[in-house]
């Protein structure tokens, strides 16, 4: 192999820890930081054969833990769309970073590029980012040695939340061609984002100033450097913007926090006004929560927006969730719209959603965003509308394609397509908040001696081992009035999730521990 040598020599700097096993999830590796330096080092080497495999298209590489804890850290991989990882290619990725040494990681190398036929004369890119965590920089540079391990040419995007990452991999790979994203560039991203908000709320009575707590990470930058660009058109009021203090990042803030401990950040106590909106992003600004008591998901906008503009019959909208989603939002969604509930995790969301015309998709915690079909991009672009009213209608459609990031859940585009539905439907947080009512819900977290002994069908939402013990959350949850209750095992760790929803907060507490006795409740997860 003509990269071995310098590969070799790199790898011998970044030698993998003998007790430690990795593996490529939906976030790609994420532990501590401090364990990583390997596994960024294989993974630009990795992340070069992917582009080689490509013909030299972009890849992106992502540094961050995203609402993990600030010791911890992780990386991902974007495919030239802007989207995750093709799955085969997970497997790749753990099989590099478990290789026990240099000779080791060589060989799986050579193994990889014979199976995957990759033809190593052909040109590798990589464009990298990171969020603000202290070991980030320590991190890059190992990636940086995998990169000219395998020749790749490099493009450092610098500290940018995960969606800009992903927008400029889809940007990168588009420019110059009749599907070109935007500028590929940080100001491209802004500017594409912000010109079509205000087109889109042109007209429109301005909401009051949006408090933003920015989770102590880099959504704080991103929203300096939007809020600008929007001038009077939406306030931004950033708080928890502590990039640099040690600690402090997803302390007691940020879109986990409020989704897992279901109240407001402490930070925020004295600041949020009766009635007065909020949101939370999450370390790496790609999960958003909007409070004003509960959060709330309402997409019926688009619908209406393709209804008004004469295309209800060429453009479908679907949405897609999962079984952590609310059952009252489900149910008001599938009075208006097809739902599909598809297991947890974001690329099962996101294959599913591109089966629709208009594909939103939304997971519990925040993460989520729209897709519009090539078909329908070309329907929306060569439509004639025959109405003052269908031509306004098919303009707003226009703009919110390039307002929404389509490559990945977004908070900054998201917070920017929230404010445009209550602007256009002149809703205060109470209204939005009456739209429908959240069940009581509960979320704990069991440790089992293996996580394999339980098997999931049905999107998660029926267990078929260990046998029997579906029938016993059956029988339980035919005790409550709206019951609901769900097992799935856990992707990395030896613990089970129990879900559970009741009308009442305090069944929904006894279904969620399953009946069990209250002297003996597992830790909770939430």
């Known amino acids: ?63 961050t833990a995203s609402h993990n804890p600030e010791a911890d850290n992780g990386v991902k991989l974007v495919d030239p769309r802007g989207e995750m990882l093709e799955a085969s290619w997970e497997a790749h990725a753990s099989t590099l970073a478990n290789a ?14 014979r199976s995957a036929k990759i033809d190593l004369s052909k040109p590798a890119r990589v464009v990298y980012g990171r969020d603000t965590r202290p070991s980030g920089t320590a991190l890059v540079a190992s990636l940086r040695d995998g990169l000219a391990g395998i020749g790749a040419e490099a493009r450092d995007a610098g500290i940018v939340t995960t969606p800009i ?36 709320i042109a007209g429109k009575q301005s909401l009051p100033p949006l408090i933003v707590d920015c989770a102590n990470g880099v959504g704080a930058d991103a929203v300096n450097k939007i809020s600008p660009r929007l001038g009077d058109s939406l306030k931004f009021i950033p708080h928890n913007t502590a990039t640099s203090t040690p600690g402090a990042l997803n302390n007691s803030c940020g879109a986990d926090y409020v989704k897992t401990s279901q109240k ?35 997409f019926r906008f688009i619908v209406d927006l393709v209804k008004t503009a004469g295309l209800d019959s060429d453009v479908k909208v679907g949405v897609v969730q999962t079984a952590y989603a609310n059952g009252s939002s489900t149910k008001y969604l599938a009075e208006r719209l097809p739902v599909r509930c598809v297991p947890t995790g974001v690329k099962h969301l996101h294959h599913a959603a591109e089966r629709f015309d208009v594909g939103v998709y939304f997971e519990a915690n925040g993460h989520g965003t729209v897709l519009f079909s090539s ?10 509308p025959t109405t003052p009213a269908q031509s306004t209608a098919l303009n707003h459609l226009l703009n919110l394609t390039q307002l929404i990031n389509q490559t990945v859940g977004d908070a900054i585009s998201d917070i920017l397509l929230v404010e445009t539905v209550l602007a256009h439907r002149s809703y205060s947080g109470l ?10 819900n509960r979320l704990v977290k069991v440790v089992v001696e293996d996580r ?75």
Not at 100 to 113: F, S
Not at 176 to 194: H, M, P, Q, R, V
Not at 375 to 384: D, F, I, P
């Open 452 to 526: 394999h002994a339980f098997q999931t069908e049905d999107a998660e939402r029926h267990l078929v081992s260990p046998k029997g013990l579906q029938n016993k959350i059956d029988d339980l949850v035919r005790r409550y009035d709206g019951g609901r209750s769900f097992v799935r095992p856990s992707g990395t760790e030896d613990v089970v999730r129990v879900y559970a929803e009741a009308a009442i907060k305090s069944q929904a507490d006894e279904l969620a521990f399953l009946g069990g006795d209250p002297g003996s409740r597992p830790k909770e997860f939430l």
């Open 1 to 63: 192999m003509s990269n071995q040598l310098p590969i070799a020599r790199l790898s011998d700097a970044h030698p993998k820890p003998t007790h430690l096993r990795y593996q490529y999830g939906t976030a790609g590796f994420r532990t501590l930081g401090s364990v990583l330096d390997s596994v960024l080092f294989r993974v630009g080497i990795l992340a070069g054969l992917r582009s080689k495999k490509l013909d030299g298209k972009t890849i992106g590489v992502m540094v």
């Open 165 to 200: 990452l992903h927008y400029l991999v889809r940007a990168i790979n588009t420019k110059g061609t009749k599907d070109a994203y935007g500028d590929d560039s940080e100001d491209g991203y802004f500017d594409k984002l912000s010109g079509a908000f205000k087109r889109l």
């Open 264 to 298: 407001l950040p402490p930070s925020l106590s004295n600041h949020l006004k009766i009635g007065q909106r909020g949101c939370s992003l999450d370390g790496d600004a790609d999960r958003l929560m909007y409070f004003y008591i509960d959060e709330r998901n309402q």
């Open 431 to 440: 209204e939005w908040d009456s739209l429908y009512v959240d069940l009581p």
């Open 100 to 113: 026990a040494t240099t000779d080791d990681l060589v060989e799986a190398i050579e193994t990889l590029v």
């Open 375 to 384: 078909g329908t991009l070309e329907t929306l672009n060569s439509h004639e």
